[in-house]
């Protein structure tokens, strides 16, 4: 690796939303190069541009890939301790759609502000994306589609339910979620273990999980991701102690949307989430992945590939 964070973060701009290209420093090429963010194999014309947006009280790195006669434009929403940096599967798989991309780093993620991981409260997530989406709004008059993994789907959920959105009150034409969270796995007892350790300390290191069946990504994020927390954040747990149930309580909506979710997942109360998905989202469609585990837009290829396919034909009906 040859490219350096904060010297990188020295180098970027405020981000241009008259999305003009952005000239590639060696640490934004290289970071590019790291990550697998060039995508010059599609084939496709792309416009990229990279910068930073201070939104709610924090710097937020955006990137935007945008290509000629696209039929629309993606927001992406990653999972927690993930950044665009991981998710370069699922920005390839859009652009192909014929999708213009916007993805960003959560605060205290990525190239964005913040302490590593950490958030008071997961309203501010919502302040972020929703000012956000304001600015997407103003600048790209094309139709909006949105996805969220883990966390990222957590926001999406949360962004909908608290405003009670009808689809016709709804920015975006579809939305995916590939395995949200509502409760993480083991909740109950996190919770009680939560109440002791706060009182005593701020984080705990960090146990990395086998999110994926890809043996390749679960070494890239352990040994050669430089982006990754080290760490669990207690207050952002103390966060979702105050989010869940606030999520739980809220009224359904008559919403359409796509949940894929992985039978295999280890990270998050999959089944219980369903549960109240299917409650607060009664005409949203399901799909389980046979022996899926959670980080869905990178498991192995074999598994992406059908996870891919079914988000496909959702976005062509």
């Given at each position: ?27 934004l ?82 190239l ?47 962004y ?16 995916v ?11 109950q ?49 103390g ?7 606030f ?5 359904p ?24 998905l ?14 899926g ?25």
């Amino acid at each position: 690796m040859n490219w350096d964070r904060q010297a990188l973060l020295e180098e970027l701009r405020e981000f241009d939303w008259s999305f003009k290209t952005t000239e590639l420093s060696p640490n934004l090429a290289a970071y590019r190069r790291h990550y697998k963010l060039n995508f010059d194999d599609t084939g496709l014309a792309l416009q990229y541009t990279a910068g930073l947006v201070s939104l709610a009280g924090f710097s937020i790195a955006v990137q935007s890939w945008r290509q000629p006669e696209a039929r629309g434009t993606t927001i992406l929403v990653h999972g927690y301790y993930d950044h665009i940096g991981l998710y370069a599967s699922l920005i390839d798989f859009c652009l192909r759609q014929q999708f213009n991309v916007i993805v960003f780093d959560l605060p205290g993620h990525g190239l964005s502000s913040g302490e590593q991981a950490a958030i008071s409260n997961f309203q501010e997530y919502d302040d972020v994306f929703s000012h956000l989406l304001q600015l997407v709004q103003a600048h790209d008059s094309s139709p909006l589609y949105a996805f969220g993994q883990s966390t990222g789907g957590a926001i999406l959920i949360n962004y909908l339910l608290k405003r009670q959105l009808t689809a016709a009150q709804s920015p975006f034409e579809k939305i995916v979620l590939l395995a949200p969270l509502v409760r993480p796995t083991g909740w109950q007892k996190g919770q009680l273990l939560h109440s002791v350790v706060s009182m005593f300390i701020s984080r705990v290191k960090r146990k990395h999980g086998d999110s994926s069946s890809d043996p390749d990504f679960l070494n890239f994020v352990r040994t050669q991701d430089p982006l990754q927390s080290l760490y669990l954040s207690v207050q952002w747990v103390g966060a979702l102690r105050q989010w869940v149930p606030f999520i739980e309580a809220q009224s359904p909506l008559d919403l359409p949307l796509l949940i894929i979710q992985g039978d295999n997942d280890g990270t998050v109360e999959w089944k219980h989430n369903l549960e109240v998905l299917a409650e607060k989202f009664p005409k949203a469609e399901v799909f389980i992945l046979p022996d899926g585990r959670h980080h869905l837009v990178n498991e192995s290829l074999p598994q992406r590939a059908i996870a891919y396919g079914q988000i496909a034909d959702w976005l062509n009906r």
